[in-house]
């Protein structure tokens, strides 16, 4: 039995980084550990190529996972599997549909600056204007431009108010 | 030629001014009865025409009466009527409504007052005629007595009628503020609902508009690589505050 440690589940994340592609990433595991073992002419549709190829790669390096039997392999499969869906991403929501460099970005200051946090997830909710609102261990914490807008307003209500009735 | 006998002829010289004195006393007697007679008659003539003046002047002083009291009652009529129409005249945030629902009720007030007061004059008047009409006045002195008696009371009830108008005017009065201060207060309660309300509205309405402009305006005044760098400003700086 190979036990998953901390390097692979970090390489893992690196290369994951957000909630959505933990899921594709999930589904391909799924799909390789039932074709373990199966001959490669009675796989129907076999595999192409996928988003973790490298990572796939990546993973098969490690010489003892190469020269074990399917058991094993499965085994290794299973634990990536459980851990990753145990994992619990920091959820952001931005203004704008996020480009690959801004989600890295994001999964980058989130690795270094949020301790223990893993995944990111990215949701794009317009109405906040501008700026990101965050949801961290049951925390919640709003650094969108709408509210920052609404709480000016608030806050200066009679200066508004004084301006407008001139 | 036959002459007075001489015994007559001494008496009557002897006693001719008594005759004389007798004829003209006689004379005298009679013409003043005559006198008195007629002076009596004349005069009885005259008191019965006395009496029918006076009469007359009793129907005319009994009509003078009852003018004289109607006039007074409509002058307290026409006073209640216009301390009433100043009440109303005063009170400026009645509406018109109000106001000629006041002016109505205050009119038909008026209006029973005066038929009230009406029927008094005319019941007295049909009494005094009646009186007349059956000949239980035969003297001026009952008639003084009936005159004065209708004076008196038509006097009292004019009094009565007075105190009557005044006491209705009085509650006219405060029925009249009461419902005024009743609609004052419902009216400056509605009044300030509504402008709390309309406070509201035109605040929301203003806020809704300046914070959507607001709000249109930094979302495209942003371009994409702002937006960008705005999530990490505002990331580093809840870090370096600590927020999480």
């Given at each position: 039995m190979i036990e998953l440690d901390n390097s692979t589940k970090e390489l893992i994340l690196d290369e994951v980084m957000t909630q959505d592609r933990a899921y594709k990433f999930i589904d391909e595991l799924t799909l390789a550990n039932s074709i373990l073992y199966k001959e490669l002419d009675q796989v129907k549709q076999p595999h192409s190529t996928t988003d973790f190829n490298d990572l796939f790669n990546k993973l098969l390096i490690n010489k003892a996972i190469l020269n074990s039997g399917p058991d094993v392999i499965s085994d290794y499969i299973q634990q990536i599997l459980t851990w990753l869906k145990d994992t619990t991403p920091v959820r952001y929501s931005v203004s704008f549909k996020p480009r690959h460099e801004f989600v890295k970005k994001l999964y980058a200051w989130t690795k270094k600056n949020l301790q223990g946090a893993q995944l990111v997830e990215i949701e794009v909710t317009?109405?906040?204007?501008g700026g990101v609102k965050i949801s961290l261990n049951g925390k919640y914490y709003d650094f969108g431009l709408e509210k920052m807008v609404e709480q000016y307003f608030i806050d200066n209500k009679n200066a508004i108010l004084s301006i407008l009735q001139k | 030629m036959q002459v007075l006998p001489i015994d007559l002829a001494n008496f009557l010289s002897k006693y001719l001014y008594l005759v004389i004195t007798f004829v003209v006393l006689q004379g005298s007697l009679t013409f003043l009865l005559i006198f008195l007679f007629v002076d009596k008659l004349l005069s009885a003539r005259k008191v019965k025409a006395e009496e029918l003046l006076a009469k007359q002047d009793a129907y005319e002083e009994s009509v003078r009466i009852l003018n004289e009291s109607k006039s007074k009652a409509s002058e307290h009529i026409l006073a209640a009527q216009d301390q009433s129409t100043k009440i109303i005249r005063d009170t400026?945030?009645?509406n018109e409504t109000l106001q000629k629902t006041f002016d109505d009720e205050l009119k038909q007030l008026v209006s029973r007052q005066e038929k009230a007061f009406n029927d008094v004059a005319a019941n007295l008047s049909t009494q005094f005629t009646q009186a007349f009409e059956q000949e239980k006045i035969t003297t001026l002195g009952e008639l003084s007595k009936v005159s004065e008696h209708l004076r008196t009371d038509m006097l009292g009830k004019v009094d009565e009628f007075k105190g009557v108008l005044e006491k209705n005017t009085l509650e006219a009065e405060n029925e009249l503020r009461e419902k005024i201060q009743a609609d004052y207060q419902e009216l400056t309660n509605k009044l300030k609902e509504y402008e709390a309300v309309k406070t509201k509205q035109i605040d929301d309405k203003m806020y809704a508009i300046l914070t959507q402009v607001t709000k249109d305006i930094l979302e495209s005044a942003m371009s994409m690589e702002e937006h960008e760098e705005l999530v990490f400003k505002l990331l580093n700086n809840a870090k370096i505050r600590q927020n999480f």
């Open positions: 317009p109405e906040i204007l | 400026n945030y009645l």
